[in-house]
């Protein structure tokens, strides 16, 4: 009781004969506890020189609390980096590097190599989680590449024919070193994509071997990125967004909460802004599910592509206004 009153006049009571009237009020009710309103800190005055007990010409009571009042905030702050660190550090060995090789122009993709980013979401299979446009369409040749520096060969094992996600394989009988299991797959959790959710974005950044980048949710109905004439563009999907600034060779990087678990999946990013693009990670789950018990993955299409626009664009076009009202129910 003595510390909250002591906060509170600290903060209201601006004038010295004020608070010490107040203290005056209050110390019949504390008894024996008024011992802890002497002075326990030194503290320096504008020229650097240093009083004993004095601050701004109050009371040797008025420090007694002062010390006290950044604590709960440092607390606060430490227990959330060390959370993020364990987190990181239980992550990292299932993120890899893949080196590809494109062999032949095909669909949209020309022929070249380039880095990219995966994880491993199934370590007893040799599955990894990456974009499509990493996995290609056509014929190409990867290495996964282990926080350890230990390399595996690869094997396109699908790529959805729409939206930007595929799995490469690797033998797990080639990994020697890197120590894997089911505590250090990356969980697939397309629920826990929430604005304002604090995010980490772990992959081969610009080329580098890992790279971690933070960022908090803003939007989940962002309409599918556009990079471009004559390139491999998502369509029929929204996408997530955040202040990223995620750059080339991130593309396959998972977005981590601070739980551990993968919320989407980057997929792009913005050359103009610190936007970052990721993949919402429902249809990823549902494919991982056939792949893992061996079947092929039934996928469909209705040869039409849906255009993201607003409620405005839409009533022009005849959007029954009670439709409206349910459709934003919804969202």
Not at 108 to 113: E, I, K
Not at 130 to 148: C, D, I, Q, S
Not at 165 to 193: E, V
Not at 261 to 276: D, H
């Amino acid at each position: 009781l003595f510390c909250n009153q002591m906060l509170r006049l600290r903060f209201l009571m601006k004038d010295s004969r004020q608070w010490h009237n107040s203290i005056i009020q209050i110390k019949p009710y504390i008894g024996k506890l008024s011992l802890l309103a002497q002075p326990r800190s030194r503290n320096y005055s504008n020229n650097g020189t240093q009083q004993a007990g004095v601050m701004d010409g109050h009371d040797d009571d008025m420090t007694a609390e002062v010390p006290e009042i950044g604590v709960p905030l440092e607390a606060n702050r430490s227990t959330n980096d060390d959370l993020w660190r364990r987190t990181i550090e239980k992550v990292i060995p299932a993120i890899v590097c893949i080196e590809f090789m494109t062999l032949k122009s095909f669909d949209t993709f020309t022929a070249g190599s380039s880095k990219a980013t995966g994880f491993v979401v199934d370590h007893q299979r040799g599955i990894i989680l990456t974009n499509r446009h990493v996995v290609r369409a056509g014929p190409v040749e990867a290495r996964a590449k282990f926080n350890n520096l230990e390399e595996v060969a690869l094997t396109a094992l699908w790529c959805d024919p729409v939206h930007d996600f595929g799995f490469y394989q690797y033998n797990p009988a080639d990994l020697k070193f890197q120590a894997l299991g089911d505590h250090t797959d990356i969980k697939l959790n397309p629920s826990g994509a929430k604005i304002g959710v604090p995010i980490r974005v772990l992959g081969n950044d610009a080329g580098e071997k890992l790279s971690i980048l933070s960022g908090i949710m803003a939007r989940l109905d962002r309409a599918a990125p556009k990079y471009g004439i004559q390139k491999y563009n998502d369509h029929n999907t929204f996408y997530y967004q955040a202040a990223s600034m995620t750059s080339g060779g991130s593309s396959g990087s998972p977005v981590i909460n601070r739980e551990g678990t993968a919320i989407a999946l980057n997929a792009g990013g913005s050359r103009k802004a610190a936007s970052s693009f990721f993949l919402p990670l429902d249809r990823p789950v549902r494919a991982l599910k056939f792949l893992q018990q061996g079947e092929t993955v039934p996928r469909g299409t209705i040869q039409t592509i849906f255009l993201h626009e607003t409620y405005d664009e839409i009533r022009r076009l005849g959007l029954n206004p009670k439709v409206e009202e349910e459709v934003r129910k919804c969202n």
